[in-house]
Nanobody
Framework: QVQLVESGGGLVRAGGSLRLSCTASGLTFSTYHMGWFRQAPGREREFVATISWSGGDSNLADSVKGRFTISRDNAKRTVYLQMSSMKPEDTAVYYC????????????WGQGTQVTVSS
């Protein structure tokens, strides 16, 4: 079955950096668009970043532009979220997800990894 496994979360001070990884199995990773989402306590899940199957196109939420970068390594079946200049409001559970096409919706989701930014 399809599995998306996130890693790299943890506790970081404001202004610090973290890199999240999401490794996929059970699907042809190189044919899927990948996304990162996050959900803070008491809030709805929100979009963070997405990257096309080839890695040639990406999009970031306005709240993280200039601070976060999404990338992928199809040979390693892994998508990354590099987070820098982190803020307390970045605190959330971060999820990766896979979509066959940009408009089809996300078909598969990981279990999430906690990121906490202290002030």
């Amino acid at each position: 079955q399809v599995q998306l496994v996130e890693s790299g979360g943890g506790l970081v001070r404001a202004g610090g950096s973290l890199r999240l990884s999401c490794t996929a199995s059970g699907l042809t990773f190189s044919t899927y668009h990948m996304g990162w989402f996050r959900q803070a306590p008491g809030r709805e899940r929100e979009f963070v970043a997405t990257i096309s199957w080839s890695g040639g196109d990406s999009n970031l939420a306005d709240s993280v532009k200039g601070r976060f970068t999404i990338s992928r390594d199809n040979a390693k079946r892994t998508v990354y979220l590099q987070m820098s200049s982190m803020k307390p409001e970045d605190t959330a559970v971060y999820y990766c997800a896979a979509a066959k096409t940009p408009r089809s919706g996300y078909d598969f989701w990981g279990q999430g990894t906690q990121v906490t930014v202290s002030s």
